[in-house]
Nanobody, 124 residues
Framework: QVQLVESGGGLVQAGGSLRLSCAAS????????MGWFRQAPGKEREFVAA????????YYADSVKGRFTISRDNAKNTVYLQMDRLKPEDTVVYYC?????????????????WGQGTQVPVSS
């Protein structure tokens, strides 16, 4: 497993942009599928975006498609989530996750390692 630490959260106005980063420990980062999930108070955690370890295939939830972009830099052991045109409903805690296997990238079952989460408050 890898250790994950998210950063980049902070207050942003609706319509603005923010980039989250997730730094991973270990020398095998490039072999992991990486995902971003989010959770609002009182709600279940939901899938946001994912990027496969090979060929960099990306996947997005419909709610963020066209606004968010996931990318990875294997040389820096880091995955990013660029969030543009933010909405007040995007105000949740965002979690980074890492996993191996062939389960759907939108499923939490793919991911064995999780970060501690970072808050993204969006003001209207």
């Amino acid at each position: 497993q890898v250790q994950l630490v998210e950063s980049g959260g902070g207050l942003v106005q609706a319509g603005g942009s923010l980039r989250l980063s997730c730094a991973a420990s270990g020398r095998t980062f490039s072999s992991y599928n990486m995902g971003w999930f989010r959770q609002a108070p009182g709600k279940e955690r939901e899938f946001v975006a994912a990027i496969r370890w090979s060929a960099g295939f990306t996947y997005y939830a419909d709610s963020v498609k066209g606004r968010f972009t996931i990318s990875r830099d294997n040389a820096k052991n880091t995955v990013y989530l660029q969030m543009d045109r933010l909405k007040p409903e995007d105000t949740v805690v965002y979690y980074c996750a890492a996993g191996k296997g062939f389960v759907s990238p939108s499923s939490e079952r793919l991911y064995a390692s999780w970060g501690q989460g970072t808050q993204v408050p969006v003001s209207s």
